[in-house]
């Protein structure tokens, strides 16, 4: 089981839009719908904000949007605010009862 | 709105075992039927799934990479999830926190409530 891949860290203006991937195998994030997604900030537990693909919990806001194309989830902040700088991380059902997370991606807002 | 909040020692000195305990309130773990996890972040880096258990503790799945070393229970008495890691070495230190899936009777990996996280250092 490796960790999916995603970008170390990436950056946006206040306003803008930033997505951020997380490749995976064809034995978890191409083969399951479920992938979801977690922002986590500093000396605080992680908070899922993205599941199976891109469903919203309820509670958070439709700024936030996730997709799939093969073995490549993403996750879309749009309209970005100075409360969305964190870690984000995604994480996959990887088949025979077991899960894989990302690395994580650090967000910093401009 | 049900609620997690793990403990445990603090400090494992290396070869000994890591015991952890995830108290559920808000709600009776024995009646709800929804697998729960323990995950683990390492210092300054990402997270790793541990293992899950469903609420009526006859099913448990480990990673493989800790399934010689570990063991999860449930115990509905006290409404509470433990975690067992035997032979602990500093690769262990890491902040362990006991998750439940979002909903009943599902494994897909979504998260949907988390306790707050428990610090073990392994260190002599």
């Known amino acids: 089981q490796s960790a999916l891949t995603q970008p170390r860290s990436v950056s946006g203006s206040p306003g803008q839009s930033v997505t951020i991937s997380c490749t995976g195998t064809?034995?978890?994030?191409?083969?399951?719908?479920?992938v979801s997604w977690y922002q986590q900030h500093p000396g605080r537990a992680p908070r899922i904000i993205i599941y199976?693909?891109?469903r919203r919990p309820s509670g958070v806001p439709d700024r936030f949007s996730g997709s799939k194309s093969g073995v490549t989830a993403s996750l879309t902040i749009s309209g970005l605010q100075t409360e969305d700088e964190g870690d984000y991380y995604c994480?996959?059902?990887?088949?025979?009862?077991?899960?894989?997370f990302g690395a994580g991606s650090k967000l910093t807002v401009l | 709105q049900v609620q997690l909040r793990e403990s445990g020692p603090g400090l494992v000195k290396p070869s000994q075992t890591l015991s952890l305990n995830c108290s559920v309130s808000?709600?009776?773990?024995?009646?709800?039927?929804?697998?729960w996890a323990w995950i683990r972040q390492h210092p300054q880096k990402g997270l790793e799934w541990i293992g899950y258990?469903?609420?009526?503790?006859?099913?448990?799945y480990s990673n493989p990479s800790l399934k010689s070393r570990l063991d999860i229970s449930v115990d509905t008495s006290k409404n509470q999830i433990s975690l067992r890691l035997d032979s602990v070495t500093a690769a262990d230190t890491a902040v362990y926190y006991c998750?439940?899936?979002?909903?009943?009777?599902?494994?897909?990996?979504?998260?949907?409530?988390w306790g707050q996280g428990t610090m073990v250092t392994v260190s002599s």
């Open positions: 199976d693909v891109n």
């Open positions: 808000g709600g009776s773990l024995k009646s709800a039927g929804f697998y």
């Open positions: 064809s034995n978890d994030v191409g083969a399951y719908n479920y």
């Open positions: 258990i469903f609420s009526s503790g006859n099913i448990f």
């Open positions: 998750a439940r899936e979002l909903r009943r009777l599902d494994l897909s990996s979504a998260f949907g409530v």
């Open positions: 994480c996959s059902y990887a088949g025979d009862y077991s899960v894989v």
